[in-house]
């Protein structure tokens, strides 16, 4: 009873005033002009350590890009498990030429590109971004790790694990679409044995699809290597398909 | 939707600066059409110096050089596709084997308009062969190129009358159109330099950096009326205002050639038809704004742009008109090429300019603007390509010439792709304000096989579809956003009575989900949730309330993101909502497919009056469940059908059919 009042007495009291809560962002507060507030690293009360982990997402996502994450360690670490495991996977991608990774980072060095052209060109000597490959980027740019991987894992362009010797690109523009582009998918998936974005066990047919080839009167389209087909049915893809694959000796699955 | 969220980027936006020009994945569409739209024909005509069958009369395939007669084989993308390379390589042997090698020269062009044709080929006195395949060139050689009568059967036949039209000016999708930006394309070999010289290019820039001030070139340009071509329908002359102004020795001009919307392929194809106008779009700019170091953002799906472009930038360097001192005049101005990894929403100027500088594409809020900050934080300047390709000829022809053009606040001509069930499939450019029945009818030729107009699909994933009752609406960019579509880019795609329009939302939504650079949350979740209700409607398992849930989540996304890319998602959804609730209706409360699109409400049978037995379909099955004896009426197990579509389209006598609806029992 007695807290009842109080809590009254309370909610009383502030009745008059005026509301501290502002309705941001329709209205803002009066700070000074130049205010931006204070960006600081807590540090860890019982260890005494910065709570920051250099992760760089707020880097990342700062919308005004005033954020710089620059970090270096003061103790000698142990490699932690993740690059543990990272080294692990490493070895378990066929193994690759590193000196085809050369020219490409001699052009770097000269020509100052960017690292999305370094990552494309590297893409262009393998095929794809080898693990191995990234690694030496980034020891040879100072560009770091979870940089580089969060550019390859942005872009639709870049691969990270090795493709089939035939890539097929079926066209989902919407011309292809309306035209029935996800039967012709649905065919390959089935004479193919794999799913979309998938690679046969042999290595030879990677099934992907691109957004638009500009080839709308045609649709809907593919291409297979470098070879292009348009006007198609899903008899018709079934068709081509079996054929390619009995030239090169492919087997489903 | 209002049109503040769905054209984030209009011109009335009070802001100083540079917005938008493409703004968005969408990039601009427009056209417009003209209420004066005769009066303002004539003008430009006038000053383009055409006769009166319009601007394309002046577009032409001039004589070789030397004199000889030419036949210029299109190497657009379609024309590719459709084995034009094969017909051009057929064309060089057989005029090799007729000793006409003096008289005749084969070239390549880039694209000339008519995809629906292809292969084209045009030749230097007018006529224009359409679906040729390299046996019929042999019949060409002979009679054409050494008899001097063009083979009246393989030339393009007016569908109305079925007679063979032997000046490709007369045919109705040539006849209606204003060809600005486009005009040099499907003309030129895109590979020559000598053949752009010859029609002028380069003029333009030469009188800009040698006789005119930065401001004069800025006003012209103003005063012209000009709208950035990306989607977003910024006042180019205003752009280049800003950046002007902007202090700073170092400044940059980027050219977005980032054209990811599905269907649209204008920039493409300017870009491998005639890179130098856009060049030289690049040249004038940097001079206007005083920027020394340009860059061509393309995407790197378009390998032959990309060729065609590093060529003419070599060529244009070359003769001086690119480096320390174009055309003599001291000023330096250098070219480079960036290519895009495949991130729709690079597209949105913040997004592109991250991504030069090699980190993710992921837009920032603005201001500042990249007039003010942009490229390596320097005042940047971002035009379209087909915003850049206008330049010249504004410069050539006068800013007048070119504001005569249009309707209302929308001046000059728009291109545009038309793509879908049309019968004129290609490139168009005609002057803003057209309505949308002249682009579709008129130019277009109306809908394949006689079906009936169900809808037309402005601006890709950031546009919406407009119905029948919309089709007087006239192209400009105020217009279009009250409907709820957008001019974007200028991919128009026309779908008939047999696409669903949940589908095509859903398909729209799955490209914006999928590109979502997950910086919003709204976006990023938002539409992921939309894309489950949607696919819930089209399993059947649709409820009532989605419908009110897909227009709330729309809102929510549209006000919550950052870039247009989020604010023109839910766009698709939006209008189809809008235009076409019945059909969502059906699938939620009837659960049925009016148009015979979704797999899970449609079911397959054969008509026994129709079937004659020939067993065609049975054979093709995939999953064998097509049974009946020969020249007996066949059933299809709709427990096993896959309705992968298949038996339907090798049915010879259109026995196969789709019933709208959930298989109750196995039906005959």
Redesign the interface.
């Known amino acids: 009873m007695l807290g009842m009042f109080k809590a009254m007495r309370t909610t009383l009291r502030h009745l008059p005033r005026k509301p501290i809560t502002v309705q941001y962002p329709e209205e803002r507060p009066a700070l000074p002009e130049r205010s931006r507030g204070l960006f600081r690293v807590v540090i860890d009360p019982v260890s005494g350590e910065p709570r920051c982990r250099a992760c760089t997402l707020c880097e990342t996502n700062c919308p005004v890009q005033v954020i710089r994450v620059n970090y270096e360690s003061k103790y000698e670490l142990p490699l932690p498990n993740a690059a543990r495991v990272a080294d692990a996977r490493i070895d378990l991608q066929p193994p690759v030429d590193m000196k085809l990774l050369k020219p490409v980072l001699d052009d770097w060095r000269e020509h100052g590109t960017g690292l999305i052209a370094v990552m494309q060109n590297t893409q262009e000597q393998y095929g794809y971004l080898p693990r191995a490959a990234i690694c030496e980027i980034s020891t040879q740019t100072g560009v770091s790790l979870s940089q580089i991987y969060g550019v390859a894992s942005f872009y639709n362009q870049f691969r990270l694990s090795p493709i089939g010797k035939y890539v097929i690109d079926v066209c989902h523009g919407t011309a292809c679409h309306v035209a029935g582009a996800p039967l012709i998918t649905a065919a390959l998936e089935e004479e193919l044995g794999v799913d979309e974005g998938k690679t046969t066990k042999d290595m030879l047919f990677t099934l992907s699809s691109v957004a638009c080839m500009g080839a709308c009167s045609q649709a809907p389209v593919m291409r297979i290597g470098d070879e292009t087909y348009g006007n198609l049915t899903p008899d018709r893809t079934r068709k081509i398909i079996r054929d390619a694959m009995a030239k090169v000796g492919a087997v489903k699955g | 939707m209002s049109d503040e969220h769905t054209t984030p980027t209009h011109d009335d936006t009070p802001q100083p600066a540079t917005a938008p020009a493409s703004d968005a994945p969408s990039d601009d569409r427009g056209e417009a059409q003209t209420g004066a739209g005769a009066d303002a024909r004539g003008e430009t005509q006038a000053g383009a110096g055409a006769d009166a069958r319009g601007e394309t009369r002046n577009v032409k395939v001039e004589p070789a050089g030397d004199g000889r007669f030419k036949v210029s084989v299109c190497a657009g ?2 024309c ?3 084995g034009s390379m094969a017909v051009h390589d057929a064309f060089v042997e057989e005029v090799k084997a007729a000793g006409l090698e003096d008289k005749v020269d084969v070239s390549i062009i880039g694209c000339h308009g008519l ?2 044709q ?1 292969p084209v080929v045009v030749c230097s006195d007018d006529s224009f062969y359409g679906g040729l395949k390299p046996t019929d060139v042999a019949a060409v050689v002979e009679q054409h190129l050494k008899g001097g009568a063009p083979v009246e059967k393989l030339l393009y036949k007016d569908p109305a009358t079925g007679e063979a039209v032997r000046d490709w000016h007369e045919i109705g999708f040539y006849k209606q159109q204003t060809r600005i930006a486009l005009r040099n394309v499907g003309v030129i070999d895109p590979e020559s330099l000598e053949e752009c010289l010859a029609r002028g290019g380069y003029e333009a820039a030469r009188t800009c950096l040698t006789e005119k001030t930065p401001e004069w070139i800025i006003q012209h340009v103003t005063d012209s009326g000009v709208r950035g071509r990306g989607g977003a329908g910024f006042p180019t002359g205003v752009k280049w205002e800003f950046a002007h102004k902007s202090p700073g020795a170092e400044k940059y001009i980027i050219c977005n050639a980032d054209e ?6 204008m920039d ?2 300017i870009l491998e038809g005639d890179p130098h106008a856009v060049i030289e779009g690049l040249l004038i700019g940097s001079y206007a704004i005083g920027a020394h170091e340009g860059y061509v953002y393309v995407r ?3 390998p032959l742009a990309v060729k065609r472009l590093t060529q003419a930038i070599a060529d244009a360097e070359a003769r001086g008109f690119l480096g320390d001192d174009c055309f003599g005049s001291g000023w330096r101005f250098h070219l480079h090429i ?7 929403v690079c597209g949105e100027e913040t997004a592109l300019i991250a ?8 837009p ?2 603005r201001p ?1 603007y990249p007039a003010v900050s942009g490229l390596w934080g320097k005042p940047t300047n971002i035009n379209n390509v087909e915003t850049l390709a206008n330049i010249a000829w504004i410069i050539n022809n006068g800013a007048e010439a070119y504001a005569a053009l249009g309707a209302e606040r929308s001046r000059g001509t728009k291109a545009f ?1 038309l ?3 049309i019968v004129n ?2 490139l168009a450019e005609v002057p803003m304000g057209s309505t949308l029945r002249h682009i579709i009818f008129d130019v277009g030729g109306g809908i394949k096989d006689g079906r009936e107009f169900k809808a037309v ?1 402005l601006g ?1 994933p950031s546009g919406g579809c407009l119905p029948a009752s919309l089709l007087d609406t006239p192209i400009d960019y105020e217009s279009l956003a009250a409907t709820g579509a957008i001019v974007g880019s200028g ?1 128009m ?1 026309v ?1 008939d009575d047999q ?1 669903c329009m949940v589908d ?1 939302a859903r ?2 939504l799955q ?1 914006t989900q999928r590109e979502s ?1 997950g ?1 919003c949350v709204p976006c990023r979740l938002g539409t992921k949730r939309m894309l489950e209700v949607l696919d819930r409607i089209m399993a059947g398992d649709g409820r009532e309330e989605d419908l009110d849930l897909l227009e709330e989540l729309s809102h929510y996304i549209i006000d919550g993101t ?1 870039c247009a890319l989020g604010g023109t998602a839910p766009n698709p959804v939006l209008t189809t909502l809008k235009y076409f609730r019945e059909e969502y209706e059906a699938h939620v409360r009837e659960k049925r497919c009016p148009a015979g699109k979704c797999k899970a409400l449609i079911t397959y049978y054969i008509d026994p009056e129709a079937c004659t037995g020939c067993t065609l379909c049975a054979k ?1 099955c ?1 999953t064998n469940v097509i049974s009946g004896e020969k020249k007996q009426p066949h059933v299809i197990d709709v427990a096993g059908c896959i309705k ?3 038996c339907r ?2 049915c010879k006598f259109d026995a196969v059919k789709i019933r709208s609806g959930i298989a109750q029992t196995a039906e005959v």
């Open positions: 993308t379609a590719v596709f459709a995809c629906s292809s990811g919307d599905p269907g649209a392929f493409c194809s790197a799906e378009y960036k290519l895009g990894a495949g991130a729709f991504s030069i500088e090699g980190k993710r594409g992921m920032r809020t500042p792709s793509a879908g069930k499939g290609g699909q890709g991919g795609v779908v696409t095509l398909f729209f490209f650079c910086k950052l093709k995939p992968c579509d298949t389209q090798v």
